[in-house]
C-alpha cells in the first residue's frame, strides 16, 4: 500500500483535523517529506536530521506501521529542568503588576479570549499610553506555539527593563517616547499550561491565518481559532508597521515569504533588517546551519497560513518570525542567559520601525489608498491601503512620492525622503 493511501485509510482526515500528536521524523535525506504534505499534517523545523511531524491521533502508529523513524516530541521534554516557568495565571498577574507599577507609560489592552477563556493581553509601551498618538507602531507577539516558551519569558524581561529604565537610559525613553510598542508575551497561554504546541482545540494557531496563496484566502476571522479571531480584529484598527512573532526550536530570523518561493518585493530591505537582528546575537549569527542566522521562510520550508505573510499581504505590518533557542521549552534557569543575548536586538530592532515614512489627516476617520512610487524611477513599489487618518511604511533609504486617494476623493501627491540615518526623535509623518 502507498504512503498515501495508507495515510488517507488512517486519517479519515479533514483539513480542520485535530492536532493531538508530534514526532520528529528523522529522515536526513528527506525521503518522506513529500508525503507528508498533506492539510491534516503540519510540518515543522526542517533541519540535517529530520523535520517535525504534528497530526491528528493515530499518527504514531502509522508512522510505526510504515517503518518511518521517529521520536515522540514530547520524550525530547526534558522532565528535569528544576525550577519551571510561570503558568499563564502567574504571567497574567506578573503583567498587572508591572503595568501598575509603570502606568504612565503602559497599559494593559485585553484584546480577547483564549479557547479556555484566559485573556489575551497586549501591553502598550509608550508616552501617554492611553492616547492614539500618531507614531510608527511597533509589535512583539511570542509563544503562538505554547510550548516554545523563550519569548514569552524574554517579552517579560523586555517590559521590565523598559519600566526600570525609562526615564534613566536615553534610548529606552527616545524609543518609549516616539513609537508605540505593543508586546503579547503569550498568544497561546492554554497551549503554554499544557506545555503543548496547539491551542486548547487542537489548533496550530500558524497554519490558521489567511493565506493569499491558497483557497484559504479571504481575510475573514470567521472559522478561526479563539485566538486567531482576536489578533486578526485587533490588527485591522492599528497601523502596526514592523513586527515580530517569536518562536523555539531553532535559532534563526525568519523573513517573508513563507507561503511562496517569489521574492518579496522589498527583499533586500527585509534581509537587512533580519542581519540587523542577527548580528547583535552571536549565538544565532554563528549559527552552523544558517548562513548569518536568517533564513528566507519558503526556502527552508513551506508555510501556509502563517501569521507573518498573513500581516503584511493585508495590513503591511511587516513581520518576522524569530526562532530564539533550538531547545522549545528552555529550561527557566537559562533565561537570563538568552535574555542577555537578545537584550541590545529587541531594542534595536524596535528603533528600527523608525526608518519610514507617512503621512497623517486631522481627521481620524480618513481612509483610502496610497500609491509608493520611487523618486529617481518613477518606479512603483506597491499600492497600499490606510485606515485611521494615517499611513506609515518601513522602507529603505531614500526619495519617495506618495500618491494618496481618500475615500471622500480628495487626491494629493507629497514627496518624502527616508534618511540613512535612523534617528528616534524626528517627525516621520507628512501632515496632510
Ligand atoms: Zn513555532
Not at 97 to 109: G, N, P, R, T, Y
Request: hydrophobic share 35%.
Amino acid at each position: 500500500m502507498s504512503l498515501l493511501i495508507l495515510a488517507l485509510a488512517l486519517f479519515n482526515q479533514n483539513a480542520d483535523a485535530q492536532l493531538a500528536e508530534g514526532y520528529r521524523v528523522l529522515d536526513s535525506d528527506k525521503r518522506y517529506i513529500e508525503s507528508f504534505k498533506r492539510p491534516e499534517l503540519v510540518i515543522d523545523h526542517v533541519n540535517y536530521e529530520g523535520y517535525e511531524i504534528y497530526g491528528p491521533a493515530g499518527l504514531g502508529e502509522y508512522l510505526t506501521k510504515m517503518n518511518i523513524p521517529h521520536i515522540n516530541e514530547a520524550s525530547l521534554k526534558d522532565a528535569n529542568l528544576g525550577p519551571d516557568h510561570p503558568t499563564a495565571e502567574e504571567i497574567e498577574s506578573q503583567i498587572k503588576v508591572l503595568v501598575a507599577k509603570c502606568s504612565s507609560i503602559m497599559q494593559v489592552e485585553n484584546i480577547g479570549k483564549s479557547v479556555k477563556g484566559r485573556n489575551l493581553l497586549f501591553v502598550k509601551v509608550s508616552d501617554n499610553p492611553n492616547i492614539d498618538e500618531t507614531e510608527p507602531e511597533f509589535k512583539y507577539i511570542s509563544s503562538m506555539h505554547g510550548d516554545e516558551i523563550t519569548g514569552r519569558d524574554l517579552m517579560m524581561r523586555l517590559l521590565n527593563d523598559i519600566c526600570d529604565n525609562y526615564g534613566k537610559d536615553a534610548r529606552i525613553t527616545d524609543l518609549v517616547n516616539n513609537t508605540e510598542i505593543y508586546i503579547m508575551p503569550s498568544m497561546n497561554p492554554d497551549g503554554s499550561n499544557s506545555r503543548q504546541r496547539w491551542n486548547a482545540s487542537g489548533v496550530d494557531l500558524n497554519r490558521d491565518f489567511p493565506d493569499f496563496s491558497t483557497s484559504d484566502n479571504q481575510n475573514s476571522p470567521v472559522g478561526r481559532a479563539a485566538e486567531t479571531q482576536a489578533i486578526m480584529k485587533w490588527e485591522a484598527g492599528r497601523q502596526i508597521a514592523l513586527s515580530v512573532n517569536f518562536h523555539g526550536g531553532a535559532e534563526v530570523v525568519n523573513y517573508v515569504w513563507d507561503t511562496l518561493p517569489d521574492a518579496f518585493p522589498f527583499e533586500s530591505m527585509v534581509i537587512d533588517l533580519s542581519l540587523r537582528y542577527s548580528k547583535l546575537v552571536p549565538y544565532i549569527y554563528n549559527s552552523n546551519e544558517f548562513q548569518q542566522g536568517i533564513t528566507n521562510g519558503y526556502s527552508w520550508y513551506e508555510v501556509n497560513g502563517g501569521m507573518q505573510d498573513w500581516s503584511y499581504y493585508w495590513h503591511n505590518d511587516l513581520q518576522f518570525t524569530i526562532e530564539l533557542s533550538n531547545t522549545k521549552w528552555a529550561s527557566f534557569s537559562s533565561m537570563p542567559t538568552y535574555w542577555s543575548a537578545n537584550r541590545p536586538a529587541l531594542l534595536e530592532f524596535i528603533a528600527a520601525v523608525h526608518q519610514g515614512t507617512g503621512f497623517r489627516f486631522d481627521d481620524k476617520a480618513t481612509e483610502g489608498s496610497v500609491e509608493l512610487v520611487e523618486y529617481l524611477s518613477n518606479a512603483s513599489r506597491g499600492h497600499f491601503n490606510f485606515v485611521g487618518g494615517e499611513f506609515y511604511k518601513v522602507l529603505e533609504p531614500g526619495k519617495y512620492k506618495m500618491i494618496v486617494s481618500t475615500k471622500k476623493g480628495v487626491e494629493k501627491t507629497i514627496y518624502v525622503e527616508v534618511p540613512a540615518q535612523l534617528s528616534l526623535t524626528s517627525d516621520n509623518y507628512v501632515q496632510l
